[in-house]
């Protein structure tokens, strides 16, 4: 469920690196998994998506991992850029409901 | 291609004063649509939704409500503003729940 009362965790990475954004969700029925990007001040923006016929699918410089069996999704971004700073969301979808959202992870970028 | 807009971006209104947002959508017909409300640095909490004209279901009691007049149109509304309503809210728009879903670009509201 949501946990829209807590404080973001925070997660430092060097720029160049690579960043794992970790989400724990709750409903082993859920089929439909979306990671968003929220800069500060706008409206989340879609990055990747993943049905539970898949573990695994990547994009531009960004890969989602999808593990049912203990209920984790990943987000992983390679070589990460100062752009790159934001809050991030995994969201999930389990029946005829609204996507229910994580608590949300801010990366910051050390330049 | 499909848009959402959302207006005002920025609000400050007064303690006891009514409010209206309002969303819309254009490039497609029949969304699902629904508001949002991140405090500073929170999560995002499902506010009310609505898959079709007059139909509105709503998360979370309050004194906020909600009001689909038009396929494309969702109003987010109060007869009377609370401290507590302050934050940034948020209208989304999907083609169903199985779908992603497209987010406005929010509105600050702080109420003093």
């Known amino acids: 469920g949501e946990s829209v009362g807590l404080h973001l965790p925070t997660l430092s990475v060097q720029e160049g690196d690579n960043s794992i954004i970790n989400c724990a969700y709750s409903n082993s029925a859920s089929d439909y998994f979306i990671w968003y990007k929220q800069e500060s001040g706008k409206g989340p923006q879609f990055i990747i998506d993943i049905r539970s016929n898949m573990d695994k699918r990547q994009g531009q410089r960004v890969t989602v991992l999808l593990n049912k069996t203990v209920k984790h999704l990943s987000l992983q971004i390679a070589a990460t850029q100062p752009g790159d700073s934001a809050v991030y969301f995994c969201a999930e979808y389990s029946g005829n409901t609204p996507l229910v959202f994580g608590k949300g992870t801010r990366l910051s970028v050390i330049a | 291609s499909q848009t959402i807009h959302q207006w005002p971006a920025t609000l400050v209104q007064p303690v006891g004063s009514p409010l209206s947002l309002e969303c819309t959508v254009e490039?497609?017909?029949?969304?699902?649509l629904y508001w949002y409300r991140q405090a500073a640095g929170r999560g995002l909490q499902l506010l009310f939704y609505?898959?079709?004209?007059?139909?509105i279901s709503s998360e979370v009691p309050q004194n906020l409500s909600a009001s689909r007049p038009q396929d494309r149109q969702f109003i987010l509304s109060s007869k009377k503003l609370l401290l507590s309503d302050s934050g940034f809210y948020l209208c989304?728009?999907?083609?169903?729940?199985?779908?992603?879903?497209?987010f406005g670009s929010g509105t600050r509201l702080t109420v003093v």
């Open positions: 989304a728009w999907s083609r169903g729940e199985s779908y992603g879903y497209t």
């Open positions: 609505s898959v079709g004209i007059g139909q």
């Open positions: 490039g497609t017909s029949n969304p699902n």
